[in-house]
Each structure stands twice: as C-alpha cells, then as structure tokens.
C-alpha cells in the first residue's frame, strides 16, 4: 500500500496555471502506474490524467489534451500535473492514485486503482 498527498489547488482565474503534486510514501512510485481524477460539483468522478508504471506511456481525457501534462520525479517520488490554459469547467476536486499494473499500461478506469489521495481543491474563476 502506498499513501499518496495531494497538494497545490486553489483560485486561479480562467487562462492561468496550476501546478498539482502528489507525494507518496511507503512505497516507490516507480511500482505504479499513476492517476489523476477530478470530481465536479455535482458531477461524477472523471478520468483525468495517467502517466504509466514506467514513466513511458501516458494517456489524458480529450478535454484536457494540450493544456494538462502529466510527469515524474523519481527521485522525490512526486507525480506532477501541470495544468495550463484552465477554464471555469477545471473547477473540481482533484485526487491521484496509484494502480499495480503493466509497464506500459495507463490505467483510465477509477476502479483499477488501489490507493487514493485525500484530494486538492482547484477553482477557476472568470
């Protein structure tokens, strides 16, 4: 089991940038393939963002494709996602997680995760 900590939401007006970090600890990262979801008001969990165990492959929603980059340090044992360019539409909940999985594998369904951060708050604002 791995714990994971998410950090690095707040307000930011329509157009900025926010830099999201998940820190784990009690197992290296490099064992999982890696996550982000996001949870709206009112709405379902959604697919966000996965980087694979591997650090190789990684695979993000069509509606975040260009603006959002997800990466690795290996080092920290940090996954990162950088979102550019947010829209009123980003404003949501957003959770890592970490899923034992193929090397290669990016896993896009919540339900082939086993660990799960607390959550950071993202707001954008017009």
């Known amino acids: 089991q791995v714990q994971l900590v998410e950090s690095g939401g707040g307000l930011v007006q329509a157009g900025g940038s926010l830099r999201l970090s998940c820190a784990a600890s009690g197992r290296p990262l490099s064992d999982y393939a890696m996550g982000w979801f996001r949870q709206g008001p009112g709405k379902e969990r959604e697919f966000v963002a996965a980087?694979?165990?591997?650090?190789?492959?990684?695979d993000y929603a069509d509606s975040v494709k260009g603006r959002f980059t997800v990466s690795r340090d290996y080092a920290k044992n940090i996954v990162y996602l950088q979102m550019n360019s947010l829209e009123p539409e980003d404003t949501a909940i957003y959770y890592c997680?970490?899923?034992?999985?193929?090397?290669?594998?990016?896993?896009?369904?919540?339900?082939?995760?086993?660990?799960w951060g607390q959550g950071t708050q993202v707001t954008v604002s017009l």
């Open positions: 980087t694979s165990r591997g650090g190789v492959s990684t």
């Open positions: 997680a970490a899923a034992t999985s193929r090397y290669y594998y990016t896993p896009r369904g919540g339900s082939e995760y086993d660990d």
